[in-house]
Nanobody, 121 residues
Framework: EVQLVESGGGLVESGGSLRLSCAASGFTFDDYAIAWFRQAPGKEREGVSA????????YYEDSVKGRFTIFSDNAKNTVYLQMNSLKPEDTAVYYC??????????????WGQGTQVTVSS
């Protein structure tokens, strides 16, 4: 069974830092990419960052470039999102995601339960 478990959210003042973790299990971690999404109240879920665990390539959404860093520990099957210089507009529930096309050709998407990040001004 595929599982993604986020942790590390919390309340922080503007300018502060948090590190989110996404612990993955139930699939071959090294073969797939893991992404972080976030959803603020009243807004659509948006992609924040992603990392390919096979080649290490990374992606950042423009608003977090230079402030957030994504990295993985393949030995622990865990992806981290280091968030620095946090702003009130970063307040959201953060989710990690893994998706792929399985052997039958079906698209599979998996999500964690989410972790709340609140940045006070």
């Amino acid at each position: 069974e595929v599982q993604l478990v986020e942790s590390g959210g919390g309340l922080v003042e503007s300018g502060g830092s948090l590190r989110l973790s996404c612990a993955a299990s139930g699939f071959t971690f090294d073969d797939y990419a893991i992404a972080w999404f976030r959803q603020a109240p009243g807004k659509e879920r948006e992609g924040v960052s992603a990392i390919s665990n096979s080649d290490g390539s990374v992606y950042y959404e423009d608003s977090v470039k230079g402030r957030f860093t994504i990295f993985s520990d393949n030995a622990k099957n865990t992806v981290y999102l280091q968030m620095n210089s946090l702003k009130p507009e970063d307040t959201a529930v953060y989710y990690c995601n893994a998706d792929w096309v399985d052997g039958t050709g079906a698209y599979r998407a998996y999500w964690g339960q989410g972790t709340q990040v609140t940045v006070s001004s």
